[in-house]
């Protein structure tokens, strides 16, 4: 789950709207958070695997 | 600051702050004028804080346009464009020794309305630059848009093409804006100007009314005679406006006579402002014969001109023009001193840099920090193929180290017999951070002037950029009356659309021509055909508007004041957008190497290797790569561009060499083709939300690659030169018009006499290999980091963009960040 450090809202990767990253091979990316719309850092692999891993327990 | 003064040259070498060491090696004068000036180019999309529009130009425009409605179109702009120059209020600021000014108040931007609806509603709808009384001048502003948006010259194009392919214009995909010769620019024929004078030019211009009078007042003209009706109206229009030009100059020389006979007490200045009377009654009317009076007469043209418009490059070839009078003045008669011609080039260079109009926020946007592209020609060769280099090159080269302003950049001409002293000082402009000049490989690009436009020999040496990138000869006949500033594709889309059956994801609408559903495509052939459909189809859709603006700019958008400072347009009685010079036309390319970079990754992880379908990846990318994480790292890891390749970079050169074949079958006015010139401005930011997801592994929102041949920012992984190796298999004389290569180099390993040694190698082996243009970077991240910190504490910090410079703190977030994740290349020794 993604955390906003700046009003606390959580929720999955996707719900926060993807702004850019500075390469396209780097590990993390801008987000938007939906709520306040600060900028969010995201370590897009890390937290696509974890989303999944998730799925798959819940499933 | 006291603190920064006591520092040495090595440790101000050391952090990299040059501006503070340029602040006290500048004269006084070149200090004052230097903190003086306005920052007109915009800090994001948004003006600066105080800068205001200037509605007295709009207004005394509109005035006599109104008050001649009797007179053709061309006679009523001539006369409107009189109207400014005898009316509009002049001053002149402290210190200042060249005059002539964009606006009636320092911290003003001129307002064309005639030239745009949407320009004219951006400025009602952006109160930041309304001046005081605001309520007032909205009023005003209100009445002046009511009155000019449904004649502008934009509404006129409208109906140049379907209503639909104007929808698609509009996006930004296709064209950059509309093709209008009032946004054009114009490299300027100094050889005819400097030669004639204003007045010289009018009394040819009077045998040729004289002549026309006589065939068809004097007698019952022939039909061959009839076209002189026109030709008449022509060359009367262009006595109003070179007559005004006059004028104008001349009040300034009224204004500093005042002011020095009745209120100036110091007797320096007093001198001074007589010295300045005598040029500007002098110049433009008559031929310069001094240093002080040709910077003078160029800088009054350049104005002048862009009170007719919105010249948004500035083609100017300053160390040739100039330097003949730098050499009389200062080493053979020595009527001036090197700090004298280094005082009077630095004043030039803030004087250029001060000049903006209002523009729209897509532009500024573009543009982040600069008013226009202002890339000034220096270095080369003469028409003999000799050394071009001479003293005013390197006075030009020392006063933009000491004023350090955005703009103007050089872009340097660099042949194998170029003189050390000159190419000593081009790398310490480079190495003190300004970012240029650029580098353009002379040989190469005088070939292929020939090659695309058939330029003489002779006249290719005397090439000029007219933007950032493109060489035009500034010859009676290879002048380029403008530049259709439109016409540009955003050439990622392509792939974008042959993936998707020419449907625009972003638009979301059917933009290109069906070529199938990608998902289906067996082999690479068919995907690669789809791609080169697609681009095709962007190619002639933005050449049969811009061929239609450019016919037409002569009766909808006629430019008498630019036309009678042409040699070709007074012999002929023609505007200077009337087809009949050997022709300049190119299509900038935005985001252009994306296209090899996708193509291969699909080649590879779909036909070759066949680890996806493209069906997975139609899905993934429809998707935008969400939940596809790991396989959108399978394709960023696909051989890229830079890294000496073959794999990637033979298909970069196929499509390379495809869209250069597909430039002969497309013909401009003139009947030469129209060649691709990829480059980015800073578009490859902007754009990065209109393209969509690419198999490159790029996502909606990512910043696409910075230049027209670099590597994806990061993406080169194997060193300099394994990137000058992937550059150098494109022809840079058949496949391009021009490109445009960005790098970073450390400032650690260039400093001192080694440095020097370091980076002449690097160039050597650059022009060796063919390669037409290299642009470097010397500010560390250290230093490029702090300044996003700190921007108070760094506002004079500059960067290369791509094809430009700005101040860093004028760029956004997202622009700084890319240059910061630009690769630093260690050049080997």
């Known amino acids: 789950m993604v955390k906003c450090e700046n009003c606390g809202y959580e929720g999955v990767k996707s719900d926060f709207r993807y702004l850019y990253n500075t390469t396209l091979d780097a590990e993390t990316a801008y987000r938007e958070c939906p709520q306040c719309y600060a900028w969010v850092v995201v370590n897009e692999l890390e937290e696509e695997r974890a989303e999944k891993q998730l799925q798959r327990e819940n499933a | ?829």
């Open chain 2, 1 to 829: 600051m006291a603190a920064v003064e006591t520092r040495t040259i090595e440790e101000i070498e050391k952090s990299g702050q040059w501006w503070w060491w340029a602040e006290h090696k500048r004269s006084k004068r070149l200090d004052y004028l230097r903190k003086a000036v306005w920052k007109k180019g915009a800090k994001g999309s948004g003006y600066q804080p105080g800068v205001k529009v200037d509605l007295e130009r709009a207004v005394l425009f509109t005035e006599a346009f109104k008050a001649n409605e009797h007179d053709s179109l061309r006679m009523r702009y001539a006369k409107a464009l009189a109207n400014v120059f005898d009316n509009i209020t002049i001053f002149i600021q402290d210190h200042a020794q060249i005059m002539g000014y964009l606006g009636s108040r320092p911290h003003t931007i001129v307002w064309h309305p005639e030239i745009l609806f949407l320009l004219n509603e951006d400025l009602y709808n952006d109160r930041t630059v309304i001046p005081e009384p605001v309520d007032e001048n909205l009023k005003l502003i209100r009445e002046l848009c009511d009155y000019w948006n449904p004649q502008t010259t934009g509404a006129k194009v409208f109906n140049l093409v379907p209503p639909e392919e104007i929808v698609k214009l509009l996006t930004g995909v296709i064209g950059w804006g509309l093709p209008i010769s009032r946004i054009g620019y114009a490299t300027k024929q100094w050889d005819y100007m400097f030669r004639l004078g204003l007045e010289g030019i009018i009394a040819e211009i009077d045998e040729r009314i004289k002549e026309a009078e006589d065939r068809i007042y004097n007698k019952v003209p022939d039909p061959e005679d009839l076209p002189y009706y026109e030709k008449l109206d022509v060359w009367k229009s262009m006595k109003v406006v070179l007559e005004a030009v006059i004028r104008w100059a001349r009040r300034y020389s009224r204004l500093a006579k005042i002011i020095a006979e009745n209120f100036e007490t110091d007797p320096k200045r007093k001198e001074e402002l007589l010295r300045i009377a005598e040029v500007c009654w002098k110049v433009p009317a008559k031929p310069p014969e001094h240093l002080h009076e040709s910077l003078q007469f160029d800088h009054f043209i350049q104005i002048a001109c862009r009170y007719e418009a919105c010249e948004g490059a500035w083609p100017a070839r300053p160390d040739y023009w100039h330097g003949p009078f730098y050499d009389k003045d200062v080493n053979q008669d020595k009527v001036l001193t090197h700090e004298e011609a280094l005082d009077l080039t630095g004043e030039f260079l803030i004087r250029c840099y001060e000049v903006g109009w209002f523009w729209l926020m897509l532009a500024r946007d573009t543009l982040q920090g600069i008013t226009g592209t202002w890339v000034w020609t220096i270095g080369g060769v003469n028409e003999d193929g000799t050394d071009a280099c001479n003293d005013m090159t390197d006075c030009l080269l020392e006063a933009a180290r000491l004023v350090r302003v955005a703009n103007p950049t050089f872009a340097f001409r660099y042949h194998p017999n170029v003189r050390m002293k000159t190419l000593r000082e081009v790398f310490e402009c480079i190495r003190q951070g300004l970012g240029y000049p650029s580098m353009r490989n002379d040989p190469i690009l005088i070939t292929n002037a020939m090659h695309w436009h058939k330029h003489p020999l002779r006249e290719a040496r005397r090439w000029v950029h007219q933007a950032c990138m493109s060489p035009c000869p500034d010859t009676k006949l290879g002048c380029q009356p403008f530049r259709m500033a439109n016409a540009t594709i955003i050439a990622a889309k392509a792939i974008e659309y042959a993936l998707f059956d020419g449907y625009d994801n972003v638009l979301q609408m059917q933009f290109g021509p069906h070529t199938g559903d990608a998902s289906k495509f067996e082999t690479f052939e068919e995907l690669y055909q789809a791609w080169y459909t697609q681009v095709k189809w962007m190619m002639d859709t933005l050449v049969k508007l811009t061929n239609g603006g450019r016919y037409m700019a002569q009766f909808l958008d006629p430019r008498p004041l630019l036309s009678g400072l042409y040699e070709r347009c007074v012999e002929l009685g023609v505007d200077s957008s009337h087809p009949s010079e050997r022709g300049n036309s190119w299509i900038t390319f935005f985001a252009w190497m994306e296209t090899g970079d996708s193509l291969a990754a699909v080649k590879k992880l779909v036909f070759d290797e066949k680890k996806y379908t493209m069906a997975q990846l139609i899905e993934a990318l429809r998707n935008n790569w969400e939940g596809y994480e790991e396989m959108r790292m399978d394709f960023v890891r696909a051989p890229k561009w830079g890294n000496d390749d073959d794999y990637v970079d033979q298909i970069h050169v196929r499509c390379h060499r495809d869209v250069a074949k597909h430039s002969w079958e497309i013909k401009d006015p003139t009947g030469n083709p129209w060649p691709p010139l990829p480059e980015n401005i800073a578009a490859y930011v902007t754009n990065a939300t209109k393209v969509w997801a690419l198999p490159n592994g790029r996502r909606l929102g990512d910043t696409l690659y910075d230049g027209g041949c670099s590597p994806g920012a990061g993406l080169d992984k194997k060193g300099p030169t394994a990137v000058l190796r992937s550059v150098a298999k494109i022809d840079h004389i058949g496949d391009v018009r021009a490109t445009l290569l960005n790098q970073r180099l450390s400032p650690q390993q260039l400093a001192g006499e080694k440095g020097f040694h370091i980076w002449h190698s690097y160039i050597k082996t650059w022009a060796e290999l063919g390669i037409d243009h290299v642009q470097f970077n010397m500010v560390d991240n250290e230093t490029l980091k702090a300044a996003q910190r700190e921007p108070e504490k760094y506002p004079e910090l500059i960067v290369r963009i791509a094809g430009y410079s700005a101040h860093f703190v004028d760029l956004n977030k997202k622009t700084q960040d890319t240059i910061i994740a630009r690769n630093v290349q260690e050049l080997g020794v």
